[in-house]
Nanobody
Framework: QVQLVESGGGLVQAGGSLRLSCAAS????????MGWYRQAPGKQRELVAT???????NYQGFVKGRFTISRDNAKDMVYLQMNSLKPEDTSVYYC??????????????WGKGTLVTFSS
């Protein structure tokens, strides 16, 4: 069984920074692309950034220059460094990974999310 667990969310002020982490665990044979989505209250889930197994990142326009995605293949982890945060970045952030499990086929797995909120 494969699990993704996010951490690092919290309360932040405008212009602040947070670093989200996501750890994959379980019966993993291989991890392909990993990434982050987010879902704001009353809105649909949207893609934030992805990173290939080789470390090539891709960002949505609204986070370019502010967020950095990275991964540690040895630890089966993906990170999202978020700088210059804005109130509109308030969301639940979800980690996902395309994983080939040892006892199953390759599919996308999702974490349960970590909340990023702003203090006034």
């Amino acid at each position: 069984q494969v699990q993704l667990v996010e951490s690092g969310g919290g309360l932040v002020q405008a212009g602040g920074s947070l670093r989200l982490s996501c750890a994959a665990s379980g019966s993993i044979a291989s991890i392909n692309a990993m990434g982050w989505y987010r879902q704001a209250p009353g809105k649909q889930r949207e893609l934030v950034a992805t990173i290939t197994s080789g470390g090539l990142p891709n960002y949505q326009g609204f986070v370019k220059g502010r967020f950095t995605i990275s991964r540690d293949n040895a630890k089966d982890m993906v990170y999202l460094q978020m700088n210059s945060l804005k109130p509109e970045d308030t969301s639940v952030y979800y980690c996902y990974a395309n994983i080939g499990a040892r006892d199953s086929y390759t599919m996308n797995y999702w974490g349960k999310g970590t909340l990023v909120t702003f203090s006034s």
